[in-house]
């Protein structure tokens, strides 16, 4: 983990364990969930990029389940021209479930799985669930981090997916 940055914006940046219910499931992953975390920390430090699909160059949220996608094989869907905010007209889950990723109880998500949450008003935001708490591509921190789920994340978590091939 030499390439961890963490920042949230109730404490600032930091480096913590998981936090809330699901910290029992948090055990560092073998097999396919743990190549779709080994993948996934090579995009940490990827400038934010609305819309971005390239790592190293600019990647969004839905630009970093992608391209693990990709990188392993797993899916190659993708949807273009969203909103930096979402509106009722483009929601994300028919997105996922395209994508193939299947729906699974949230007490049950594991590290390797992507996480939906509501930020503002529509679910708008994916993460990776990891050992660590969460990997995404966050507009606030300019780029793909990593760092612990504190309360501020945990209640925006809506729904929790399993990659294609998953189990």
Sequence with gaps: MDKVIASTPSKGAYHSGFAGDLKRNLIPPLGLRGRIIKTARGFIGTPFLHQGRTPGRGLDCLGVMV???RALGLFDYDVAGYPRHPTDDLPLPPHIAAAGFTPIPLAQARPGDALLMRIIRQPQHVALLT????LHAWL???????HGLDPWWRRRIIAAYAFPGVR
């Excluded at 050992?131 to 969460?134: M, S």
């Excluded at 606030?140 to 990593?146: P, S």
Aim: hydrophobic share 55%; proline share 0%.
């Design 67 to 69: 391209a693990i996608g």
């Design 131 to 134: 050992d660590i708490g969460l």
């Design 140 to 146: 606030q921190a300019g780029a793909v981090v990593e």
